[in-house]
């Protein structure tokens, strides 16, 4: 295995764009859209930042990087170069954790453009051919045999480079490249003894010219701002480099839920006793959305269970920013399921209790502990309409699913009565540490029942139909993200307007 470590070097000092590196940019600190592509790349062990700033640590720290390490006056400097930095950090990472890395990767700060794939990109670049070092640019519309001049010291001035021949034409002359100070990739081996960019045998990897400006003046900054938000989704909803945990991944709702947050840019772990059932759903997001997704079989209601998934999602994903705890069960026998409340067995209320509430109070207890360490995280719970207002028996008459005869049990609403009091009991307890804990309320979702529960059902509600599987996303994703960053102890009910008569 190879082993790699990503470091991002970010002074405080900075004069031709003050508090550049924590300045926010679509809606978050320049620093941060680094951190995030690190772990959306999803190739580091370690993500490190070196810095000589209270602040940028600050940041740091609550976008969940993994070390710290404080510059030496020295190095942070207006004239001090990047590279000693680098090494510094390098060194005192491995001698931190007594590891030795394969290949090492710098981010700039300045570069939020960049995307994980062009990290992935230059990462592939060095390992797959062996060289030294690679760095990032792109194809430059100046030329240096051509447009580039050069100033004299008696004030003449002449072309940057003089061509081997008379060229006519700029498109004749030699391709150039402009360096876009967004990836630097070295072999460990060689930067540990002879620390610098350039070597023999240094490679280039081409980047886009959209996603290589470099912010080095108040202009660049607010030229790549006007870009960026121009750019897809308002930035408040997008959950690159977010990783999320979503139990009952293979249930009705829990493929078109991952889906939502993958498609929003999250890495994606699903959860459920069935791997038959989320194996197949992890491979199809994984290749819609270009993300990574990874499938776990874990009986949630199982405590060892619970914090050996939870420990794998972080070892293979990165920190959980995001927690859905979705799972529910009908139990292993669903007419008992059905049964009517004077002759609901004991045995039958007590498996569903175990799932639908006692696991999600399992999961969250591992997932929400890490997440009120490091400060930070979303916490989302599903409840149900029922869990807010009665069933009406009536739509129930002649209904089915599945060809089941069907009800609403009590269990059912008493297990999602309990998450709603669940969710209200933990924003409270866990604000002070910046997890915020909301639930998401479905109404009746279209799934399996028979023309006489949809109409019936459509009938009580004002939209005139029940939801659809992907109808809920919004409402996830909001929740999930920083577009919601001043919410806790929520309820977002998605019930096509039932609950209002």
């Known amino acids: 295995m190879v082993r790699r470590l990503c470091t991002i070097c970010a002074r405080g000092g900075s004069k031709g764009v003050p508090n550049k590196n924590i300045r926010k940019i679509r809606g978050k600190p320049l620093i941060v859209h680094s951190i995030e592509h690190a772990r959306a790349s999803n190739l580091f062990e370690r993500v490190a930042v070196s810095t000589d700033s209270e602040e940028i640590i600050a940041v740091a720290r609550a976008a969940g990087v993994d070390d710290i390490i404080e510059r030496p006056p020295e190095m942070a400097t207006d004239a001090a170069p990047k590279v000693p930095a680098i090494l510094h950090a390098l060194t005192t990472i491995e001698a931190r954790h007594s590891v030795r890395y394969d290949t090492n990767v710098d981010l700039d700060v300045t570069a939020p453009q960049r995307l994980p794939e062009d990290i992935r990109g230059a990462v592939a670049l060095l390992e797959q051919s062996g060289v030294a070092s690679v760095v990032t640019g792109c194809r430059s519309y100046r030329s240096p045999y051509f447009d580039l001049l050069e100033l004299q010291s008696g004030g003449s001035v002449v072309v940057a480079k003089v061509p081997e021949r008379e060229f006519t034409r700029r498109q004749d002359v030699p391709v150039s490249f402009d360096m876009n100070a967004s990836i630097y990739v070295w072999r460990s081996e060689i930067f540990r003894r002879d620390a610098k960019v350039f070597y023999p045998d240094t490679r280039l990897f081409e980047m886009p010219p959209e996603r290589s400006r470099e912010i080095d003046s108040e202009l660049d900054f607010k030229i790549v701002e006007t870009v960026m938000m121009g750019a897809g989704m308002p930035s408040a909803f997008d959950l690159t480099g977010k990783v ?151 739509i129930y008459e002649g209904s089915e699913y599945l060809g089941q005869r069907i009800n609403t049990p009590l269990v059912y609403s008493t297990s999602k009565a309990a998450i709603l009091g669940m969710t209200r009991h933990l924003a409270a307890q866990w604000a002070p540490f910046n997890v915020r804990v909301n639930a998401i309320t479905p109404g009746g979702v279209r799934s399996g029942q028979n023309s006489e529960f949809v109409n019936k059902y459509s009938a009580r509600v004002p939209l005139g139909r029940m939801a659809e599987p992907h109808e809920l996303n919004g409402a996830l994703v909001f929740l999930a993200s920083d577009a919601s960053s001043y919410v806790t102890g929520q309820n977002i009910i998605v019930d096509g307007g039932l609950s209002v008569w």
């Not at 840019?265 to 194996?279: P, R, T």
């Not at 994903?317 to 609901?344: R, S, V």
């Not at 498996?351 to 997932?367: G, S």
Request: proline share 4%; glycine share 10%.
């Open 244 to 394: 999320a945990l979503i139990s009952g991944g293979g249930g009705n709702l829990g493929p078109q839920f991952a889906k939502g947050l993958a498609q929003s840019g999250a890495s994606v772990a699903l959860l459920d006793v069935d791997s038959h059932a989320i194996d197949g759903t992890a491979e199809s997001i994984s290749q819609a959305y270009g993300t990574r997704v990874l499938a776990l079989t874990c009986d949630i209601t199982k405590p060892d269970q619970v914090a050996k998934a939870v420990a794998r999602v972080e070892a293979e994903l990165g920190p959980i920013d995001i927690l859905h705890n979705n799972a529910a069960t009908k139990g292993p026998d669903i007419k008992k399921f059905f049964d009517p409340l004077e002759a609901y067995e004991l045995a039958t209320w007590q498996k569903i209790m175990a799932v639908n509430v006692d696991a999600a109070f399992l999961v969250t207890r591992e997932v929400g502990a890490r997440m009120t360490k490091r400060e930070r995280g979303s916490i989302i719970l599903t409840a149900s309409i029922y869990g807010v207002i009665a069933p009406d028996a009536r």
